[in-house]
């Protein structure tokens, strides 16, 4: 979704609940470990799948709200992949159990929230997990709402806290999902964010010189804060590029560039230039205005790291982070 979009969908749906809504509770370390619906090992019972669960009216507070984020809760941290991954949100009336026919829950309004491929989630055990949608929903205060995720080729690393709330499923090693699905309570734990600060990471770094370059985020995007773009495991006194976009799409494989295995996941908007410590580790510090017109906007970034012997171009790259900017 386009900026002008975002803030165009925020003016229409003011005023709007900020808040982050937890399903069925708060803690992200409690719950049986599932596999579904993101996938075990390769070739696993799960590798594909399609499921649906409801967040509750009551769950959500029962007030509008415009939903910018979904987050999990994995029971080991690691990397999930998807060769396709999903996730569509409707409204469903309210108190009313899901259909075993996948279609009936949905109407024509449905929207998706995410579509990508061959897409890496990083993940961090036993917390909240932003899984990062690249649209928003308009969530309506009256009804329920309906989780719909459908993944291709899922892997992830042991399972996510599940709860006992209905869930439709469709599991299988291959093939395409029936029209139907099987009901059981068994539906995994999740955060409904809604304009709320998020971060995520996504995708995977090439190696360097100095070992696997690594991207992550310090502070918390908000208005009037700073948050660092921060680099480790660059080259010792070198230098590095945080490179910023605002759309992502599938890894863009950069061997034509001669940087085998490293990868470009967003757009180009723009480049800054980061200094790097002995020990490979910098931060370009970016301040955020205090513009409420900025609530809603997500952007990406990305590293690109200084190491003349390590290929032809002398470049490595990082996995990227997804920012959304919120309260």
Request: aromatic fraction near 10%; include cysteine; glycine fraction near 12%.
């Amino acid at each position: 979704m386009h900026p002008a979009t975002t803030l165009l969908a925020l003016v229409l749906a003011a005023p709007l609940a900020a808040q982050n809504w937890y399903v069925p509770d708060t803690n992200a370390a409690v719950g049986i470990c599932n596999s579904i619906p993101f996938g075990d090992v390769i070739g696993s019972g799960g590798y594909q799948s399609k499921y649906q669960v409801k967040a509750t009216r009551t769950d959500l507070g029962g007030l509008p709200g415009l939903i910018t984020g979904l987050g999990f809760t994995p029971c080991i941290g690691g990397k999930s992949h998807f060769g396709q991954i999903q996730i569509v949100l409707d409204h469903h009336p309210a108190g009313a159990p899901l259909s075993t026919t996948f279609d009936a829950n949905l109407t024509p309004n449905a929207v998706t929230v995410l579509s990508a491929t061959d897409y890496t989630w990083n993940t961090t055990a036993n917390t909240w997990n932003e899984i990062g949608l690249q649209n928003f929903f308009s969530y309506n205060g009256t009804d329920d709402v309906v989780i719909q995720i459908r993944c291709v080729n899922g892997t992830s690393p042991a399972g996510f806290h599940r709860d006992v709330r209905q869930r439709i499923v469709w599991v299988a090693v291959s093939g395409s999902p029936p029209a139907t699905g099987t009901s059981s309570n068994g539906g995994i734990k999740f955060e409904v964010g809604m304009l709320m600060a998020r971060v995520s990471s996504h995708g995977n770094s090439c190696l360097g010189s100095n070992g696997m370059p690594a991207h992550s985020t310090s502070g918390t995007p908000q208005l009037t804060q700073t948050i660092g773009w921060d680099v480790t495991n660059g080259v010792p006194n070198g230098f590095a590029l945080v490179i910023v976009g605002f759309f992502f799409g599938p890894p863009f494989e950069l061997s034509a560039f001669g940087m085998p295995n490293c990868f470009q996941y967003q757009n180009v908007v723009s480049i800054l230039l980061g200094i790097l410590n002995g020990t490979g580790a910098g931060s370009v510090p970016c301040s955020i205005p205090n513009d409420a017109g900025l609530l809603g906007v997500k952007f990406y970034s990305q590293y690109a790291c200084f190491d003349i012997p390590v290929n032809a171009a002398g470049l490595t790259t990082t996995n990227y982070n997804r920012v959304l900017i919120g309260n």
